[in-house]
Every structure is written in structure tokens, then in C-alpha cells.
């Protein structure tokens, strides 16, 4: 039935495409190019469990992984953008903003800096659970003290306000933490404040792909609810939705996918904040559509933020939280002054 | 038939309803009326079940409905509310689809499409399909969302009957809207399965369309019946504290007031 269907059939396979693109780049490019050549070489050997050189070992240790992190950790972020943003009816939500990522931090340097005096352990996924946990408290710390007691709202300066308060106050026990850490990657705050994907490898981009994929195909079974909750609490609610389970299943899928990528990558803003404010200029506010464009689009945006900040100060790098910033703070700022959103 | 039981519902020591006993009919049109702070919104809130904690019993075609669950209570009851705002820009027949959403998982079916074209047509908003909702005026959102509801319960359910529950559906409505949202409300309910609720605040529509009104004061049902037997000078009297003149013409009733 074509009546009602949202145009822009050949959105989803240009958007793959550039994905695709900005992968291969991303793989090619960096502290050492990499020839096609070494890639095919590699990979070949890979499979056939021969003997690497220099090259070829960086390829499939350090880069491979590294730029199937940008794809997933982006992806990752953007989901968790569009369901926050669903959930709080507003478009300027975002999980750096409103406490996820820096309590994930938190949760996650708390376990650099104990880990080995606590008993309990789940093997390489107690970090990301360690960073759940945080970024659980924080997340709902913000969502119940934004809320007007009175109207059950939460207001846009009361969500900014309090989202500020809870990140500063998380930051700096990341900050406090990381003095105390002996781990050398937690020791530094960089890290943890401004991202970087260089710690990607294989675990931990096994545990960030499982988490985003089941994340995301659960989070549209729900995409329809999240459309009727635009029209506010109660319509959602007389359209047959069950709000109290929604937001639980909403909260704990966005810190899930916000936690797990914080653990392995530090904290990362924007990149939840402006994908999905792309994806509504090109084809609408349909959740389901945002979901599944915001993995696609987070996944070329991160690729391409990693790209430039390996590049740009080549041999070293920049963190990626630089760059998301450099490219999130103006499309907020616009959001901000809008009118069209009723703040 | 939505049946009201003897409902009674208390915040604190404030009394909203007092033991309101009532029924709405399939095929009439039946209108609530009463003074600001009656408790007419209260009152639908109980039938709508978007409020719970009442005493007494509601049901749909003798179900209690705090036992329907809410999936199918969305597939046979919608409820037409007042001043919706979107958080995001959506197109008009994205809002209409919604009224689907109880009924379909995953994409909608053509049924369901179909029945979001021919309740954008009923309401003459299928020119607006395409646009912005967030650049309607508020009389064009309220036919866009008369159009939602009734996309909601746009197939006959003979068994469980469809229940429209219409919340001041007026307001932002111009006078020639008025009238025509009251006449397709009548050319509805020539489906026999169908039970519409509505409150108003005009006495004249009420009296102009209204086949069985339901007249509550202090949180009381005062009096309930065809127009001629409740909208009588001493009911109007007394709950609106101002002395109506009424006609009784040919056309019907009419009230005027000094």
C-alpha cells in the first residue's frame, strides 16, 4: 500500500553505503596506512593461521577492531539518544547529558580502583556491569529529581539543571577515582572525560556488539509505544501502553547500551544528541525509523569522528570526545533557540 | 452499554462523585452537562478507567472494567481529549495511525491503513495528511485527533461494543465545526454497537443534538433523560444559578438567559 508510506525508499541503502565507506576508510587510515594490499594479506592469514608481519599485526589487532568499535559504539550511543529522548518527550536529551555516561564512568573507575579487593566477579563483563550499575543510579537520579512534584513532568532546565549537577558530581569522583587507580588506562581522566576508542579490542568489542544488537532489536518492539508517549503520558496510556514497564524497559536498555560503550571507551557525548536530530530533518520522528537510522548514522558519524581524530594530530591522537563536541555543541545550541519544540 | 455502578470517588475528604449511578446506550447520543467543578471530568476519567481508585463498579457490556486488559480496552475504547501537544514534529496521518497502534504489531495492515484514509476523509482532513502537525491551528488538531480516535475503533466489535468517550470535543471549534463534528457524531452512532459519552458546556448543542442527557451537579447525578425532561427551568436553575428562558419550538429547545 504506497498511500501512507514514509517516502525515502533509498534512504536506508545510501546511509549503509556510506557506512560501508566510512568503515573501509576507517580501517585504512590512521597512525600507519595500511595498504589494500596488507588488508586482503591479513585477513588471508588470519584464516589460515599464518605468520604476520609489523603491518599486518596492527591491522587485525589494533585497527580492525578499533574501527568496528567506531561503528557499534556509535551506534550504541545514538539508540540510547533516540530512546531517551522518546522517553522525556525532548529533543535536547541526550545520555552525556543527562548523567548515564559519566555514572557509567563512575561504575567502571570504581572498578579499576577496587576490583581487586571485591570478591564478586563475571569475568571480562564485570566493567561493563561495574558501569550499568553507575550509570543506572545516575540515570535515574536525574529522571525522578527533574520531575515536577506536581504535574509529574520534568521540564527542560529542571532536566538540564539537574542532569549538570549529577554529572559534575560523578565526573569528579571519576576524577578522585582516577588518582587513586593503578590501572594506566583509568589513571587517566582524559580518558574517561573525552573518549577515545584506542582501547578497543576484541573482548571488548564482542561485548559492546552483543549488547547494542540485542538492545536494539528489542528497543523496536517498543518504538510504536514510544510514538504514542509523544502525545504525552496519558494518550499513551489510553492507546492501550503499560507506562510504568515502558520506562523501566526504556531506562534499562539506554543504560545498558550507554554503559557498556562508556566502560570499554569513556565518555562520549553528543554523538546520541545529533544523529537523531539529523535523522528527523531527513524523514520524520517515526521512532522506528529514528532507531534503526540512528545505529546506521551514529555508526558513520563515530567512524568518521575516530577517522579525524587519529589524523589530525597524526602520529598522536586526539580524544574523540573533542571532536563529537566540536560538532555536537552547535547542533545543541540550535535545538536550544528553536521554537518549534515548545520547551 | 457502559454501565456506571454507584460510583463514588474521594480525594482527601473532598467528595468528586456521590454514588453516581447512570447508562449510556449504544446508538444515542448521550451528553454530560453540569457547572464547572460538577465533576464531568471526573466522571469520564471513571469510565475511561484513566483513573482507578473509585468505588463502585463501571462496566463495558457487563465486564467490570478493571478486569479488561489494557491492550483490548484500547481496541474497544478511545477517548477524544482536549489541547494535545506532540513532543516532535509528525505528519498528520502518522497521528491518525496511532489510533491503530491497539490493534496491529509491527507495520500496519492495509485494513488498518484503510481505516486511517477513511477517517481522514470523514473529518475532511484527508487534504492535510502530508502536513506538519505541529503547524495545524488548534481547531484543525482537533479534528485531526477526532480522526485518530475514531481510526481507533473504526470496525464494528458487536460483541464487546466500541465505546467514544468525548471530553469538551468543542472547544476549539468554530461554530460551523461545531455543528458539523455533531453531525457526524450522529451519522456514527447509526452503527448500533457504538456508545458515545460526551460533555458540553453549551446548553444549546446539548439541547440541539443530545438524545440522552446526563446532568450532574456537586458530584451528584441530578438528573438523567431526554432533553425535555432534564433541561427543565428548575434543573438549569439550580445548577447554573442563572434563570433560563426556554423555548419550545418546532426545531426543538432552546434556552436563553438574562
Known sequence: MGKFNNKNKALFPILTIVLVVTFFLSLRFGAITISWAEIQSSIAKWISNNDLNLNERIFLQIRLPRAIAGVLVGASLAVGGVLMQALFRNPIVEPGLIGTSSGAAFGASLYFVLGSVIKFHAGEWTLPLAACIGGAVSTVCVFLLSKNRTTGKSSVVALLLTGLAINALFLSGVGFLSYLARDPQARSITFW?????????????????????????????????????MMGEDEAVLLGVNLKWLQIIVITLNVLLVAVSTAFMGVISFVGLVVPHLLRLMNGSDNRFLLIGSAIVGGILLSMADLVSRLLLAPAELPIGIVTSLVGVPVFITLLRKKQYYF | MLKAENITVRIGNKVLLDNVDTQFQPGKLNLIIGPNGAGKSTLMKVLSRQMDDYEGVVTYQSVDSKAIPD????????????????????????????????????APRQLDEEACVAALKFFEVEDMAERNYLTLSGGERQRVHFA???????????????????????????IHYQFQFMRKVIELL???????????????????????????QDGRLVASGSKEEVLTEAHIEKAFRLKPIIYREKQGLRLFFE
Not at chain 2, 458487536?158 to 469538551?168: A, C, M, N, S, V
Not at chain 2, 447509526?190 to 450532574?216: P, S, T, Y
Request: glycine letters at 6%.
Open chain 1, 193 to 229: 572525560n573525552l573518549g577515545t576508542l584506542s582501547g578497543a579490542n576484541w573482548i571488548s568489542i564482542s561485548i559492546i556488539g552483543v549488547v547494542t544488537v540485542v538492545c536494539l532489536i528489542i528497543s523496536l518492539r517498543y518504538a510504536k509505544q514510544l510514538n504514542a508517549l
Open chain 2, 148 to 174: 485518530r480516535v475514531l481510526t481507533q475503533l473504526w470496525y464494528p466489535m458487536p460483541e464487546q461494543g466500541r465505546y467514544l468517550l468525548l471530553d469538551e470535543p468543542l472547544t476549539f471549534l468554530d
Open chain 2, 71 to 106: 491492550k483490548a480496552l484500547a481496541r474497544m475504547r478511545a477517548v477524544l481529549s482536549q489541547n494535545i501537544d506532540l513532543a516532535f514534529p509528525l505528519k498528520v496521518w502518522e497521528v491518525v495511525m496511532m489510533g491503530r497502534y491497539p490493534h496491529f504489531s509491527g
Open chain 2, 190 to 216: 447509526q452503527q448500533k454497537d457504538l456508545v458515545v459519552v460526551g460533555v458540553v458546556h453549551d446548553l444549546n448543542l446539548a439541547a440541539r443534538f443530545g438524545d440522552v442527557i446526563h446532568l450532574i
